[in-house]
């Protein structure tokens, strides 16, 4: 009886990995052929994952590949615990930087996770609940300068309006999670609600047109969307150029939600809460 129970784990466990080995593949096929119709100067060309939730690593490197770094610099802000985000690659190749995170409970993971970068320099973390009101108090006791290499928000919220208040910084690049939900031609955010928390459905941060437009004001150009539909990356304009893929609008790079990529299910439940126009 044992032997047999053994025997069906053992073929339950072989069925899996075949079936991983297959999901692999087909998502392999997938995106090869979704690259079919990219040109050559995409950035999703360039896609990898190392520590990043989806391709951003593979995105940035190519970024800064083509319009070089001031000194290595990067603040994020919504990291978790460390281990998976868009700038621990680039702090482990020696880059500095800052982490906020909002949590508590993942700050502690990252003082011990981190702690030889964080004693050695090379990384400032700290724990506070951003808000648009206390972000510049944070950004300057923190003593966090204008113009650094990049800057990538994450907050699963009101990312959008703290955006907006950091109109005195002046970094190379910037990522920011968008709400691909929204399409690519709606201008909309979420109201802004400064005790905001992601409550697992669709109601987080803003459209790809509200962050086109926001990232215009601002003197950004919109060059890319990560092919899981999840981040937006934008390169400040005096750098661009024409090496980036253009015209620089939602319309151009936003990449539908396809959670199925990254081994996830359905993707986010349906919201009865408004967005706002913006």
């Given at each position: 009886?044992i032997?047999?129970?053994?025997?069906?784990k053992?073929r339950?466990y072989?069925?899996?990995?075949?079936?991983?080995?297959?999901l692999?593949?087909?998502?392999?096929?997938?995106l090869s052929?979704?690259?079919?119709?990219?040109?050559?100067i995409s950035?999703?060309?360039?896609?990898?994952?190392?520590?990043?939730?989806?391709?951003?690593?593979?995105i940035?490197i190519?970024?800064f590949r083509?319009?070089?770094m001031k000194d290595?610099?990067f603040?994020?802000?919504?990291?978790?615990d460390g281990?998976e985000?868009?700038t621990v690659?680039l702090?482990?190749?020696?880059?500095?930087?800052w982490w906020?995170?909002?949590?508590r409970?993942?700050?502690?993971?990252?003082?011990?996770?981190?702690?030889?970068?964080?004693?050695?320099g090379?990384l400032?973390?700290s724990?506070?609940?951003i808000?648009?009101?206390?972000?510049k108090d944070?950004?300057?006791?923190?003593g966090?300068?204008?113009e650094?290499?990049?800057?990538?928000?994450?907050?699963?919220g009101?990312?959008?309006?703290?955006?907006?208040?950091?109109?005195?910084?002046?970094?190379?690049?910037?990522?920011?999670?968008y709400?691909?939900?929204l399409g690519?031609?709606?201008s909309?955010?979420i109201n802004y609600?400064?005790?905001?928390?992601?409550?697992?459905?669709n109601?987080?941060s803003?459209?790809?047109?509200?962050?086109?437009?926001?990232?215009k004001e601002?003197?950004?150009?919109?060059?890319a969307?990560?092919?899981t539909?999840?981040?937006a990356f934008?390169v400040?304009e005096?750098l661009?150029s024409?090496?980036?893929?253009?015209p620089?609008?939602s319309?151009t790079?936003?990449q539908?939600?396809?959670p199925?990529l990254?081994?996830?299910?359905m993707?986010?439940r349906?919201?009865l809460?408004?967005?706002?126009?913006v």
């Amino acid at each position: 009886m044992i032997s047999l129970v053994r025997h069906l784990k053992l073929r339950a466990y072989e069925a899996l990995q075949i079936f991983r080995s297959s999901l692999e593949i087909q998502r392999a096929l997938f995106l090869s052929k979704i690259l079919e119709s990219h040109p050559s100067i995409s950035l999703n060309r360039f896609e990898s994952r190392v520590y990043s939730q989806n391709g951003e690593d593979g995105i940035l490197i190519e970024i800064f590949r083509r319009i070089g770094m001031k000194d290595q610099t990067f603040v994020e802000f919504g990291v978790g615990d460390g281990l998976e985000n868009n700038t621990v690659r680039l702090l482990l190749s020696g880059w500095k930087g800052w982490w906020i995170e909002g949590s508590r409970t993942l700050f502690a993971k990252i003082e011990m996770q981190f702690e030889e970068h964080i004693t050695a320099g090379s990384l400032k973390a700290s724990s506070h609940f951003i808000t648009r009101d206390n972000i510049k108090d944070i950004f300057m006791s923190q003593g966090i300068p204008n113009e650094i290499d990049l800057l990538s928000i994450d907050i699963d919220g009101n990312d959008y309006w703290i955006w907006r208040v950091l109109d005195f910084m002046r970094p190379r690049v910037i990522v920011i999670e968008y709400n691909a939900s929204l399409g690519p031609s709606d201008s909309l955010a979420i109201n802004y609600d400064e005790k905001h928390t992601w409550d697992g459905s669709n109601y987080f941060s803003a459209s790809l047109k509200a962050y086109e437009r926001l990232g215009k004001e601002r003197g950004y150009s919109l060059v890319a969307c990560d092919l899981t539909g999840t981040n937006a990356f934008f390169v400040r304009e005096d750098l661009c150029s024409d090496q980036f893929q253009g015209p620089f609008t939602s319309e151009t790079h936003f990449q539908p939600f396809r959670p199925f990529l990254r081994g996830r299910g359905m993707g986010y439940r349906g919201t009865l809460k408004s967005f706002a126009r913006v």
